[in-house]
């Protein structure tokens, strides 16, 4: 029985040991309190309950890190390019701290590993990713305080893993990209959002053209739900223009 609980004890602090270690080697530094970024792991769909009511998951823990990477990004981009307006800052912003962006970002650093969750599909991963990144920067900012969740954001995530000029070059305003094309093509474009009756904080988008449902999007505004599903619609708009195209090459 000793023998037991002894193995049972060392197995609970290596356990603890690795999941430092691994920390250590995402952000470049060994926490402090560990307790933050255990929480900040925790996907909803698999929450806790302490004996006093406080829920175990990392949705707090997101909301203040959105915050503080907003912050972070705010700053870099308006220090980065003195001479642009508040438009193009914002429109920045937005394209670097996408859930899309952020969710790669999460596995480009191995945060994925060690996340805990019971959401299987791709598209239900992609939030998850998203929101454990906003998260982890929420665990950091309260362990380490601002400046150094800014090194890290800056120096640790950013210089490795986002290109400012390919960013700067991209255009991710998908439904603006899907009504030009249906104006050139003369084809009836109808996007239709309601709230997620499965989860009242999101809202579901469909995109029909033509009164065919082409795309679907989900997010936490109107406006990111919208923009999936317009992207969504464009995927399967290519192929078929793709095919459209070969065919008038045939003899």
């Given at each position: 029985?000793?023998?037991?609980?002894?193995?049972?004890?060392?197995?609970?602090?290596?356990?603890?040991?690795?999941?430092?270690?691994?920390?250590?080697?995402?952000?470049?530094?060994?926490?402090?309190?560990?307790?933050?970024y255990e929480l900040?792991?925790?996907?909803?769909?698999?929450?806790?309950?302490?004996?006093?009511?406080?829920?175990?998951?990392?949705?707090?823990?997101?909301?203040?890190?959105?915050?503080?990477?907003?912050?972070?990004?705010?700053?870099?981009?308006?220090?980065?390019?003195?001479?642009?307006?508040?438009?193009?800052?914002?429109?920045?912003?937005?394209?670097?701290?996408?859930?899309?962006?952020?969710?790669?970002?999460?596995?480009?650093?191995?945060?994925?590993?060690?996340?805990?969750?019971?959401?299987?599909?791709?598209?239900?991963?992609?939030?998850?990713?998203?929101?454990?990144?906003?998260?982890?920067?929420?665990?950091?900012?309260?362990?380490?305080?601002?400046?150094?969740?800014?090194?890290?954001?800056?120096?640790?995530?950013?210089?490795?893993?986002?290109?400012?000029?390919?960013?700067?070059?991209?255009?991710?305003?998908?439904?603006?990209?899907?009504?030009?094309?249906?104006?050139?093509?003369?084809?009836?474009?109808?996007?239709?959002?309601?709230?997620?009756?499965?989860?009242?904080?999101?809202?579901?988008?469909?995109?029909?053209?033509?009164?065919?449902?082409?795309g679907n999007g989900?997010?936490?505004?109107?406006?990111?739900?919208?923009?999936?599903?317009?992207?969504?619609?464009?995927?399967k708009i290519q192929?078929?223009?793709?095919?459209?195209?070969?065919?008038?090459?045939?003899?």
């Amino acid at each position: 029985m000793l023998k037991f609980i002894t193995n049972i004890i060392e197995l609970h602090f290596s356990q603890k040991k690795e999941f430092y270690n691994s920390i250590k080697e995402i952000t470049g530094f060994y926490p402090r309190k560990t307790g933050y970024y255990e929480l900040a792991l925790i996907h909803k769909s698999v929450s806790g309950i302490e004996p006093d009511g406080t829920v175990l998951n990392n949705e707090r823990l997101e909301y203040l890190g959105d915050a503080i990477l907003d912050a972070i990004v705010g700053d870099f981009l308006y220090h980065k390019f003195p001479k642009e307006h508040e438009g193009f800052l914002t429109q920045m912003r937005s394209k670097i701290v996408n859930g899309e962006n952020l969710a790669e970002l999460a596995k480009k650093i191995g945060l994925h590993r060690l996340i805990k969750s019971q959401l299987g599909n791709s598209t239900g991963k992609t939030k998850v990713y998203e929101d454990a990144f906003e998260a982890f920067i929420g665990a950091i900012y309260l362990d380490v305080g601002f400046e150094k969740t800014k090194n890290f954001v800056l120096k640790k995530v950013f210089k490795n893993f986002v290109d400012i000029k390919e960013i700067r070059n991209t255009d991710t305003n998908y439904k603006s990209q899907l009504i030009e094309w249906g104006q050139k093509h003369k084809r009836e474009i109808l996007f239709t959002t309601d709230i997620d009756p499965k989860n009242s904080k999101y809202f579901l988008s469909h995109v029909d053209i033509d009164k065919e449902r082409y795309g679907n999007g989900y997010g936490p505004s109107k406006k990111i739900a919208e923009q999936n599903a317009a992207k969504n619609s464009l995927l399967k708009i290519q192929p078929e223009e793709k095919k459209e195209e070969d065919n008038d090459y045939k003899f």
